[in-house]
Each structure stands twice: as C-alpha cells, then as structure tokens.
C-alpha cells in the first residue's frame, strides 16, 4: 500500500505529467479563434450591423492582447489561483453574453457585449500564461519543444472545439456560446492543482528524447487527423453518428500523451541511488543574495576582461581559461591593482523585471521584428475570406482550416527547429526565427507576383512562418531575459500581433482594397451605363476582384518580413555570446 502511494506521489510531481495537462488546458484556450463562428450568432440575435460586429471583435483582440495584469500576478501568485482567474474571466463573460443572446437578460447596449467578450476572451492570457510559465520552469533545457507544443495546441484549440460542438449537435445556434464558457472552464478546474512548477531534478534526462519524439508524433497525426475530416465534412454529406465516431477519435488522440508520464512512473525502472546523485549533482543550485551580489562583481569583469575567441574554444577549455583569468582578477583586486566597478543590472541570460528589459536594446529589436513579422501573418488570417473571394472561390472555409493547420506545425516545428539550432550548432534562438520570416517572405511575394497556385503557396508559407514566431520568440525571451518575469514578457510580447495588425491589415491592407474596388466599380457604372448607376451602387462598390486586391499590400508586407529577418540577425550578433554560454557545453 505504501508503494502504491509513493507511486502516486511520483505521478502526482511528475513534470511531465504537468506539461501534458498544460497541453490539454491550452487545447481548449484559444476561445478567441472561434469569435468567427460565434459572431454571426450575436449579430442575428440582437440586429447588429456589420460594423457593430466589427467592434465586439476589436473587443476580442483587445482582451486576448492585453496579459499585463496576469503576467504580473504571476510573480506572486500560485499558479492554480492565476488559473482560477481565468476560470473566472472566462464563464463570466461569455456566460453573460450567451444570457444576453438568448434573452434571458433584458437587450443590453453594445458596449456591455464589448465588456462582456473583453472579459471572456481576456481569461485566456490566464490560462496561457499558467501553461507556459510552469513548464518552461520545468523543462528549462527543452524551452523550445516546449513553447512550441503549448503555443501549437493553443492555435488549433478552435478546430478542436468545434468538433467537440458538432458531436454534441445542440438544437440553438446559441448553444456554442454556452459550450465556449462551461467547457474550458471545466477543463481546467480539473486540471488547475496539477499544473504548476515541480520540484526534482529538471536537467535533461536520458528519456526526454523519446517522449518529446511521441508527443511530436501525436502533434503529427492530430494535425493530419483534423485536415482530414474538415476536407471530409467539407466535401462529402455526413450523418451525426460519422460526426460523433471523428470528434470521439480526436479526443482520444488528445488523451494520448498521458500514456508517457504512465510509462515513466510506473512501468520504467527507478534510478540507482549513484546516478540520482550524479544527476542532481549536474544541477547547480540556486546561490544566496549574498553569495550572488559578492560574484556578480567579478563575473562582471571577467566578461569584460576575457578575449573574444575565448567563447570558440571547447566547453573543458573554456572553463580552465575563465578560471584562471577571474583568478587573476581576484588577486589583481586584493593587491589594489585593478578597480573592480559595480554591475549595473542584470546581464544578458540572467533575469531581469520587465522594466528592467524595456531599457534593453535586444528586448525592443526583437518585439519590432516581431511587430512586422507577426503583423504580416495576422493580417493574412484577418482577410483571407475577402482573398478567396477576390480570386473567385464561394468558399474560404478550406483554407482558413488549412492556415490553422500550418500555423500549428510552425508552432511546433519552429520550436523543435530552434532546439536543434541552439544544441546543436550553439547559435543564436534568433537564427531560426530569421529564417521563418524568409519563408513568410517567400509566400507573401509569391502571391504578389501573381504566380499559379498563390493562395496555396500563400496560405501554407504564412502559416508555418506566422506559427513558428510564437515558438521561438517566448523561448528566446526566457533566456535573454530570465524565467523570473517570464510571464509579463511573454505577456508584453504577445501585443505585437494586434499592434502590427492594426497598421498593416487596418491601414494599409483595407485601404488599398478600397482603392482597387472604388475603381472596379467606377469601371463598371461606365461600361453598363447611366441605367444600372443605383443597381451596382451598394454591391460593387466594396468589392474588389483579383489578384490586385491584396498583391500590393503582400510586396510591401514581403519587404517588411526581410526587415523583420535583418533585425533579427542584429539580435543573433549582439547574442552570440550569451547563446555560447548557454549551450556551448552541448558542442564540446
């Protein structure tokens, strides 16, 4: 009986058991990716126009953008109590508009929907900043994999969930309101006690290859899995008995990663007593204020002080060299020769506060490259049904479920990509988000040069570019600037979309297709005459057909994404250093 309880002890304090569960808690997070089906429900209900849509979505963005107050709260509050607020958030506000819709409550003004979607949607940053600060303190040596699996499963949450609803085949319209307010609430009640940073040993073991290789596995075949019946649902009449069998499968896909932590703590063999030590002793322990301030002088000035080709030697080398040169600074000080200066702040790979990264170069080089970056993805998600409309196809469902897709394996790959380049090469994070923004590049330039096949091209390149940013970006952050703060970072970080996509999609994207569509139709009121003026007035006027509509904005959006990857190479070169440090060990 004792060994059963140690046993559930053990799985209890696993951290893979804790990364699963955050996997599960962020698959039904990104409540904001179905605002587009939820929209239509609201507008029908209460009789809003278009543009009063278009505000409750401005709400939208916002509460999904704005993470400052749980970034902080972070900092000095459990993780299950940040959880709980997002619980909280979350049923409140959408429980509230799902009342308001079906007229449980009185027709309220639009303003009290916008508060109420703000609240909703806002619960969110909760549950992603609980997710992701847990595990990228348990894993610190797998950051990428990590942000990667946890971003992806957040960005594909809404296909997931609107499986879970189609399975469910509910009388109203309305019911999804309800589904997206009880369901991930409940998810995560459930979940809120186990997610949270473990104690242990948190080096990288030897069986963290394999179970990374099975989650990436099971990341594989859900995003195959979810391609496949949306094409199937899409093409082919299928009854509610095939709609339930798929939604059935897709959630037991989801449930298959808890299968490693059972291996691991209760089908592996235990580890000897001799190489349990030996792998805490590889884990440094944490030094006192006081063991810090008195070695931070001194570190500073062997950071200074040490050649440039120190940090090319191998790792055994280049820690006899240090030695003997902070050696020298030591004696150098007690016989008064050399001045020791206080260091002011922390340093690159230690942690800072967020006020302290606000002040730093590298912190604004990479949110300005992410502004461009993740601003030019955004905006080809935000009107990718008006692009499909301006090429001629009826329906953009298809595409808008194939962009969801690839940005989930950018997710995931841009983090399993990055790992390799850091481990394996000792080079700069920021390398492999310059090579995804190459690739956004591609795809946007492909578009604007008319080429066949351009909404494909464009479609899976944006996606994987877009997806791999929220990848590399959180897991670069987390060690420039620390895990203590990670979460206002992370939080800080996450308002480049809305601020690149504000300028992009709502100034230069809709402006230019207001142009070209105002021509079209001058064009047309010409060619058809005086008679058919006030016919096509309200239609033609607002719609723009061709490849034009949107193929200016991509060149120019194609030469900022190469802004972006020159701003991230100055990243990589400022970086260099620091990431040799970091990794170096891995190479020698």
Not at 267 to 284: C, D, N, T, V
Not at 373 to 401: H, K, P, R, W
């Amino acid at each position: 009986m004792m060994r059963v309880y140690e046993k559930l002890s053990e799985f209890y304090g696993n951290r893979w058991l804790v990364f699963v569960c955050a996997m599960w808690i962020q698959s039904c997070a990104g409540v904001g990716y179905l605002f587009g089906s939820i929209s239509p429900v609201i507008k029908s209900a209460m009789g809003y126009t278009q543009r009063e849509v278009a505000i409750l979505g401005v709400a939208k963005d916002l509460g999904d953008a704005i993470g400052f107050v749980a970034g902080g709260l972070c900092e000095v509050l459990p993780i299950w109590v940040i959880l709980a607020i997002g619980v909280v958030q979350n049923f409140v506000g959408y429980g509230l508009l799902w009342l308001i819709v079906i007229g449980v409550l009185p027709s309220l003004p639009l303003w009290v929907l916008c508060i109420c979607v703000f609240v909703g949607t806002n619960g969110e940053t909760y549950f992603n900043t609980a997710a992701l600060v847990s595990c990228v303190q348990n894993f610190p040596k797998s950051r990428g994999p990590v942000v990667g699996i946890l971003k992806g499963f957040a960005g594909l949450s809404g296909a997931i969930l609107s499986q879970i609803y189609l399975m469910i085949n509910a009388s109203s319209e309305a019911s999804l309101i309800f589904m997206v307010a009880v369901g991930p609430s409940i998810v995560v009640i459930a979940l809120m006690f186990i997610v949270r940073p473990v104690g242990g040993h948190k080096q990288i073991r030897p069986s963290d290859g394999l179970s990374f290789s099975l989650i990436y596995g099971i990341c594989l075949l859900l995003a195959a899995y979810i391609l496949g019946i949306l094409l199937v649902e899409d093409l082919v009449d299928i009854s509610q008995a095939v709609i339930t069998s798929f939604a059935v499968i897709l959630i037991i896909i989801i449930l298959l990663p808890i299968t490693i932590p059972v291996l691991l703590v209760f089908f592996s063999e235990p580890i000897p007593p001799a190489e349990e030590s030996l792998l805490a002793g590889q884990e440094k322990p944490e030094p006192s204020k006081s063991e810090q301030d008195g070695s931070e002088v001194i570190l500073s000035e062997v950071e200074d002080e040490k050649p440039e080709e120190v940090d090319q030697l191998p790792a055994s080398e280049r820690q006899k060299r240090i030695a003997q040169l902070q050696a020298k600074l030591f004696q150098a000080a007690a016989d008064g020769a050399v001045r020791v200066k206080r260091k002011k702040g922390p340093r690159r790979g230690e942690d800072f506060t967020l006020l302290q990264a606000l002040i730093k170069a590298d912190f604004w080089l990479i949110f300005l490259s992410l502004v461009l970056a993740s601003g030019s993805g955004v905006t080809v998600i935000d009107n990718l049904g008006q692009i499909c409309e301006s090429l001629g196809y009826n329906d953009s469902s298809v595409f808008v479920s194939m962009i969801s897709i690839w940005n989930f394996l950018g997710r995931v790959g841009g983090g399993y990509l990055s790992e390799i380049t850091v481990r394996k090469f000792s080079l700069p994070r920021p390398v492999a988000m310059a090579v995804f923004q190459v690739v956004m590049a591609i795809g946007l330039f492909y578009y604007a040069m008319g080429f066949p096949g351009e909404i494909y091209v464009l479609t899976v390149l944006t996606g994987l570019g877009y997806g791999a940013q929220w990848a590399i970006v959180p897991a670069s952050a987390s060690e420039l600037f620390g895990l203590k703060s990670f979460g206002a970072l992370y939080n800080f970080f996450t308002l480049a979309s809305p601020a690149g996509s504000l300028i992009f999609s709502g100034v230069i994207a809709s402006g230019i297709y207001d142009y070209y569509a105002e021509k079209q139709a001058a064009l047309k009121k010409l060619s058809l005459g005086s008679m058919l003026l006030n016919s096509l007035q309200d239609d033609d006027s607002l719609s723009c057909s061709g490849n034009i509509c949107y193929s200016i904005t991509f060149g120019i959006l194609s030469g900022l994404c190469i802004v972006a990857m020159f701003l991230s190479l100055i990243v990589v070169y400022r970086t260099k250093r620091v990431y040799a440090q970091l990794y170096g060990n891995s190479r020698g």
